[in-house]
């Protein structure tokens, strides 16, 4: 698993060639969403399955800014996908796990309904740098933990990093 996931990685740097910030935030995305999955103790399965799928969750952002003229949340959920299943499937992933990431990717900014601690984590992880990164404001902040954050390691990560 740790092989794909360096493939994976490698990929992911070869696709966002030349777009440092891009690299730079989904590695940051998946430092943090592997530890708050061991720290939840999360099935290997699960955690392999979050690591993929927070290496390659913006990849939809690079079309989405060339058709849309925006990286916005709801275009990276729509375009995403596709970029994914043609990047995954090119590594030799198998279908119904390629699935799986694609949902994740297609709903990485939809905030209701989380369903499970993939997800959960996922959205978490992608706060957790987004809010440094775009300079949010601590009321913002503040108010994205208490709706948006669910576990216990996700929660305990924001109060160290962010102290409101």
Same mark, same amino acid.
């Given at each position: 698993m740790?092989?794909?996931?360096?493939?994976t990685?490698?990929?992911?740097?070869?696709?966002?060639?030349?777009?440092?910030k891009?690299?730079q935030?989904?590695?940051?995305? $998946?430092? !943090? &969403?592997?530890?708050?999955?061991?720290?939840?103790?999360?099935?290997?399965?699960?955690?392999? /399955?979050? %690591?993929?799928?927070?290496?390659?969750?913006?990849?939809?952002?690079?079309v989405s800014?060339?058709?849309y003229?925006?990286a916005?949340?709801?275009?990276?959920?729509?375009?995403?996908?596709?970029?994914?299943?043609?990047?995954?499937?090119g590594l030799?992933?198998?279908?119904?796990?390629?699935?799986?990431?694609c $949902?994740? !990717? &297609?709903?990485?900014?939809?905030?209701?309904?989380i369903?499970?601690?993939?997800?959960?984590? /996922?959205? %978490?992880?992608?706060?957790?740098?987004?809010?440094?990164?775009?300079h949010?404001?601590?009321?913002?902040?503040?108010?994205?933990?208490?709706?948006?954050?669910?576990?216990?390691?996700?929660?305990?990560?924001?109060?160290?990093?962010?102290?409101?």
């Amino acid at each position: 698993m740790a092989k794909k996931t360096v493939e994976t990685i490698n990929a992911m740097v070869e696709y966002f060639h030349g777009d440092a910030k891009r690299i730079q935030h989904f590695m940051k995305v $998946y430092t !943090i &969403a592997k530890v708050l999955a061991i720290n939840e103790k999360l099935p290997d399965d699960m955690l392999y /399955l979050l %690591e993929i799928t927070a290496v390659t969750h913006d990849i939809g952002i690079k079309v989405s800014e060339q058709k849309y003229g925006s990286a916005d949340g709801k275009y990276q959920e729509q375009e995403g996908p596709a970029e994914a299943e043609k990047l995954l499937s090119g590594l030799g992933f198998e279908e119904e796990f390629i699935d799986k990431v694609c $949902y994740l !990717i &297609a709903n990485h900014h939809t905030y209701k309904g989380i369903d499970n601690k993939v997800h959960s984590i /996922l959205v %978490e992880a992608d706060f957790l740098v987004n809010i440094y990164d775009d300079h949010i404001s601590p009321e913002l902040a503040k108010n994205v933990k208490e709706n948006i954050f669910h576990t216990p390691s996700g929660i305990k990560m924001f109060e160290e990093m962010y102290p409101c």
